[in-house]
């Protein structure tokens, strides 16, 4: 059974920081990107940052700068590091998995919220 688990969200003011951790089982982790994407309400999912199988990067222009995405394929956990936060960066933060190799599967967490507000 594949599993998702997000964790570190929470409420921090504006200009704090925080890290969220997505733990992987059930899933040959080093073959997938691991995705981290946004929902606020009313607003559509928006991918926040990529990091691929072979440790490739991508960031949303709203985020470059200010968050930092890593991986860690012998823990099965891919994190993202999130500094100089701003109200505009709440939303639910939900973890997707992407195999990269062999069959098309995909593979999403349950989220975690996180609130930026003073």
């Known amino acids: 059974q594949v599993q998702l688990v997000e964790s570190g969200g929470g409420l921090v003011q504006p200009g704090g920081s925080l890290r969220l951790s997505c733990t992987a089982s059930?899933?040959?982790?080093?073959?997938?990107?691991m995705d981290w994407y946004r929902q606020a309400p009313g607003k559509q999912r928006e991918l926040v940052a990529s990091?691929?199988?072979?440790?490739?990067?991508y960031y949303a222009d709203s985020v470059k700068g200010r968050f930092t995405i890593s991986r860690d394929n012998a823990k099965n956990m891919v994190y993202l590091e999130m500094n100089s936060l701003k109200p505009e960066d709440t939303a639910v933060y939900l973890c997707?998995?992407?195999?990269?190799?062999?069959?098309?599967?995909?593979?999403w967490g349950q989220g975690t919220q996180v609130t930026v507000s003073s």
């Open positions: 997707n998995a992407r195999a990269m190799l062999g069959p098309a599967k995909n593979y």
């Open positions: 059930g899933i040959i982790f080093s073959i997938y990107a």
């Open positions: 990091i691929s199988h072979d440790g490739s990067i």
